[in-house]
């Protein structure tokens, strides 16, 4: 028996017979009528997972902290307030916030595995949580920053034991003329304090034997201490015009760097550091915008208080008072700049790197 079929041939539809039986209509017929399986289907049993791993990460909890830990650890989760909780780094925000409607809602933590029940509490951050409240740096973050500012104002880079242990600084600031430099000790007593001419600024020419006559004639002058500080200054590169006191600068820095060093090691340590300008002037209030203005005012006030105070800020050996006032009262103001700007530099070298570094 033939059953007429449609089959595409020369682009068009034609019916053919084709027999009942052909293995080409029960091949048709079984993929249309292909018959429901009535096999029982395989069932996967369900499994929580999480619920697996947090008890396997609590077992793990537990062979990482002693019960003594666990105890004092679970009395700060159940018993700190929230801006106690809030004094650990990790806790801060939203993860204080969890903890605290967790103990609301679900009562005391019975054990560090419960922790991990907490919204943003994973296996990591609960090991970490754990050790910084068993192990709280509340003052590391101060202490870093505390050296970082001294990175930027010294360089450099000294020990804090080693400024701990300066007795007397000799503090040097250079000009387009002169040299000065104030020796002051840990008390803040002025042990000398004086300026010498030294290297007039040379137009077009840059005679490193004249640097190195004079600046060596300077510091055989200068009293020995136990770390000498220099200003670092300079205009900027941006003002070519100022170009020549910009080189004038680096040249008396750099002679100053190593005829101090030569002339004062101590056991190989370094003796000469470089103190930032505008900290200085940042520390006495005399800058406006990016420019320092003169100290002259800071300077007489420091001396009228070594007269009227019993506690003075610092100390001016009384025999010398006079003079000092009398080189200050000078019409030819700009020439004792480089004195106001030592002295400064001296009182500000103790109170942020030796004083604060102790406390």
Not at 181 to 198: G, I, N, Y
Request: aromatic share 8%; hydrophobic share 35%.
């Amino acid at each position: 028996m033939n059953v007429p079929s449609l089959l595409l041939a020369g682009g068009r539809w034609r019916c053919f017979p084709v027999p009942l039986g052909s293995s080409f209509f029960q091949a048709l017929r079984n993929s249309c009528c292909r018959k429901k399986s009535t096999a029982p289907k395989k069932t996967i049993p369900y499994v929580d997972f999480f619920d697996e791993n947090t008890k396997e990460s609590g077992k793990e909890l537990d062979k990482l902290f002693s019960s003594e830990q666990q105890a004092s650890i679970l009395h700060v989760l159940n018993t700190a307030s929230h801006k106690e909780l809030e004094a650990f780094k990790l806790l801060r925000g939203r993860k204080s916030m969890n903890i605290l409607e967790h103990r609301e809602k679900f009562g005391p933590f019975q054990n560090l595995e419960s922790l991990m029940h907490v919204p943003l509490f994973q296996y990591k951050t609960t090991i970490q949580v754990c050790n910084s409240i068993l192990n709280p740096q509340t003052g590391g973050k101060k202490k870093s920053q505390e050296n970082r500012l001294l990175r930027k104002l010294i360089k450099p880079e000294i020990g804090r034991e080693r400024l701990k242990a300066v007795n007397s600084i000799l503090s040097i600031v250079s000009g387009t003329r002169r040299i000065a430099w104030a020796h002051l000790d840990r008390k803040l007593a002025v042990l000398d304090w004086q300026q010498s001419e030294c290297c007039q600024l040379m137009k077009g020419t840059y005679l490193s034997s004249v640097y190195l006559e004079e600046i060596s004639s300077v510091i055989s002058k200068m009293p020995k201490a136990d770390l000498y500080v220099l200003e670092k200054t300079g205009p900027s590169f941006q003002n070519s015009s100022l170009f020549p006191i910009l080189l004038h600068f680096h040249i008396m820095e750099a002679m100053l760097y190593a005829l101090l060093n030569k002339t004062f090691a101590q056991d190989g340590h370094h003796q000469v550091l470089s103190m930032n300008r505008n900290a200085v002037g940042k520390h006495f209030e005399l800058m406006i915008g990016d420019t320092r203005t003169s100290g002259k005012e800071v300077v007489k006030q420091l001396l009228s208080d070594s007269v009227l105070k019993e506690e003075p800020r610092v100390f001016f050996p009384p025999d010398k008072i006079v003079r000092y006032r009398q080189l200050f009262s000078s019409t030819e103001q700009n020439r004792v700049e480089e004195l106001y700007d030592s002295l400064l530099q001296a009182i500000a070298f103790y109170e942020l790197a030796v004083f604060k570094t102790e406390s």
